[in-house]
């Protein structure tokens, strides 16, 4: 029923209203089933994937390890060794014993130089003819001078690169020697012998400072 302009009840036609209106009760409610976003989904994919490479990368590590600990640590480099036969390097008891095996060679080397000398002025007949012995008796003292100071790696190195010096010099004037047709003597050949002698002049009072002489 219904009420008109004028306040009067008028008829209805149609069921009456209800508590839900006049359509009825509503529908039941469904049941809710849960659908992942595209987010969502994502996510569930790209998490297997991490799991997986972190899996790979731990496997890689222990390997790794494994390898690490099995392969042998290279033994450490070690200093070539140099003899010192008992003497600390530059001490006076290895200069002396330097100097006591070059003094007989040294003896030798003098005497060679001044019978060279007295064959008389460079580049004569007479100085000519003395040069192939000067030339073999200076090779010889090479070699053997050369021998001595390998064997002296505990001496004092200016003592030791002094004598070098002097041994270098005189192999260079022999090898001057020889390759010079008619074996002149030049300038060069008296500058390389003036050095030999400012060479010989660091073994020379090293050693008699030492009490060794010759």
């Known amino acids: 029923m219904t009420i008109a302009q004028h306040g009067t009840p008028t008829a209805q036609t149609g069921p009456a209203p209800g508590p839900f209106g006049t359509g009825g009760p509503p529908a039941p409610p469904q049941p809710y089933v849960w659908q992942p976003t595209p987010a969502r989904r994502a996510r569930g994919k790209i998490l297997p994937f991490a799991v997986g490479a972190a899996i790979l990368l731990s496997a890689a ?59 008389g002025k460079p580049n004569s007949p007479e100085w000519k003819s003395g040069v192939p012995s000067f030339v073999t008796d200076t ?35 022999i090898a ?3 390759a010079g047709n008619g074996a002149e003597w030049l300038p060069y050949d008296q500058t390389v012998w003036n050095d030999s002698l400012a060479a010989g002049s660091g073994p020379l009072t090293t050693c008699f400072d030492l009490g060794v002489k010759w």
């Open 139 to 173: 090779k010889s003292w090479v070699g053997r001078m050369q021998t001595v100071i390998d064997s002296h790696g505990d001496a004092d190195p200016y003592l030791s690169r002094s004598m070098q010096r002097f041994v270098d010099d005189r192999r260079y004037l």
């Open 176 to 178: 001057d020697l020889e």
């Open 61 to 119: 590590a222990l390997v790794v390890g494994i390898v690490a600990l099995i392969r042998p640590t290279p033994p450490p480099s070690s200093a070539p060794a140099v003899a010192t036969q008992g003497h600390s390097a530059g001490s006076p008891e290895a200069n002396r014993a330097f100097c006591t095996d070059i003094a007989p060679l040294m003896t030798d080397s003098d005497k060679t130089a001044q019978a060279f000398n007295r064959n």
